[in-house]
């Protein structure tokens, strides 16, 4: 398998973080 660029390691954790804290937000 081929590593992963940057950018795509930089935005998988950021849109993941992005999703938690919304559904954190709907819950609370």
Do not use: G, T
Not at 6 to 27: D, F, G, H, T, W
């Amino acid at each position: 398998l081929d590593p992963l660029p940057e950018k795509v390691l930089q935005q998988r954790p950021n849109a993941n973080a992005v999703r938690s804290m919304e559904k954190v937000m709907e819950i609370h």
